[in-house]
DNA sequence: CTTCTATATAGCTTCTGTGCTATATAAATT
DNA sequence: AATTTATATAGCACAGAAGCTATATAGAAG
C-alpha cells in the first residue's frame, strides 16, 4: 500500500482516466488511443506512459506499436483503501447512532449534514 | 461524475490520506488532527480545506473549533467509478477468453503476458 | 478590554506536472 | 538504402501544488 500516491495522482487526470474507458473496450494502440484526445502525440505519449509506471496498463511489444490494454490488478491498492474507508465510514455511522442516541437533544451545533452525493 | 479530478487529487496525498484514516476512528478537531503530523499550522489547515472542499469531510462550528468528520458520502463518485472500471476488468477478462480461443495457434507476438499484481 | 487559543489568509518560494516543438529510434515498407 | 509509421526522449515554458513565515480573525478566558 505504498504507491497509492502513484495511482491517485495517475487517476486525477481526465485524460488518463478517458485512456483507460477506451481500454475498457479493449486493448489499443498508443495512436489508436491518441487518436479521441485533442494533444500532441509526445504529451499523450507521457500520459501513457504515468498510466503504465502506476500498474494500471499493461502493454505489449508488436512490432513498431505497443499496444495497451488494462492492468489486471492495477486497481488493487485502491480497491484494498476503498475497503478500509468503507468500513470506517459504516464504523463511524454505528458510533454516530450511538452517539446522537446519547446526546439525546443536546444539540450543540452539529447540524450541517450536508450530503453532496 | 464530474468532480472526480477533486477527489482523486485530493486523494493522492499522503497526509491528506492519513488525515482520513485519523477521521476513521471519529471527529477531531484541526489541532487533534494535525498533532501526528510535522507540519507547520497553515500547511495543515491547507490540506483540511482541500479535503473539504472534494467533499470528504464534513466539519461544525464549535467554538473556536472546527471538528471534522469523514463525509458520509465523499466517496461514492469513486465509488461509482471503481464500479465501472471493475465490470470492465471482469468484460476484458471475459473477452479475453474469447480470444484466446479465438485466435488459436495464431499468437502474432502477444506473449509478454506479465502480471505485476 | 486584553490576552490566549484555534484556525484562516496572504504572500512568497520551490517543485512538479502538463503541454508543446523538435528530434531520435526502430520496425515496416518501398 | 531511403522513406514512412509508431512511439519515445529532450528541452523548454507555464500553471498549480505544497511548504513556510507572518499576520488576521474570532471565540474563550481572565
Redesign the interface.
Known amino acids: 500500500m505504498r504507491d ?2 502513484t495511482v ?2 495517475a ?4 485524460t488518463r ?1 478517458a485512456v ?2 477506451q ?4 486493448e489499443a494502440s498508443v495512436m489508436e488511443l491518441a487518436a479521441s484526445h485533442k494533444m500532441s502525440q509526445p504529451s499523450f505519449s507521457r500520459h501513457i506512459h504515468v498510466l503504465e509506471e502506476a ?1 494500471l496498463i ?1 502493454r ?4 513498431t506499436r505497443r ?1 495497451c ?5 492495477g ?2 491498492a ?2 484494498q ?2 475497503a ?3 468500513r ?2 459504516e ?3 454505528g ?1 454516530l447512532d450511538g452517539v446522537l442516541a446519547a446526546m439525546g437533544a443536546e444539540a ?10
Open positions: 497509492l500516491n491517485f495522482s487517476l486525477a487526470d481526465p482516466r483507460l474507458a481500454l475498457a473496450s479493449g500498474g499493461l505489449r511489444v508488436e512490432g499496444p490494454r488494462l492492468a489486471p490488478n486497481l488493487a485502491l480497491e483503501w476503498m478500509l474507508m468503507r470506517a465510514l464504523a463511524n455511522y458510533r450543540k451545533g452539529n447540524d450541517n449534514d450536508q450530503d453532496d452525493t
